[in-house]
């Protein structure tokens, strides 16, 4: 059977990208206690990985999705994206 979706489908790695760019974060936050600089950092890797899940949504929503793998890391990336600006917004 051929997959008839297109080759431009959103799957794991468009969701993959801003995970990416969230890690570090998460990896500090979890670490240590981020400093004012660091802080600053955050704010803008934050703004960066919304655009790109930003950019995931319009992907997905122009050429559809392709199996419930890339749906998983979406829940993924939106849960860790959440808990980060709860954590910048309390700091």
Request: hydrophobic fraction near 55%; charge should be positive.
């Amino acid at each position: 059977m051929t997959d008839t979706k297109s080759p431009r489908t959103a799957t794991e790695g468009t969701w993959a990208l801003p995970l990416l760019v969230l890690a570090p974060l998460a990896a500090i936050r979890l670490t240590t206690e981020p400093s004012t600089p660091w802080l600053a950092i955050s704010w803008v890797l934050c703004a960066l990985s919304a655009l790109l899940v930003a950019a995931g949504w319009t992907t997905a929503f122009r050429h559809g999705t392709r199996g419930p793998a890339a749906w998983g890391t979406c829940i993924l990336l939106h849960a860790v994206l959440a808990w980060q600006l709860i954590a910048l917004v309390g700091q």
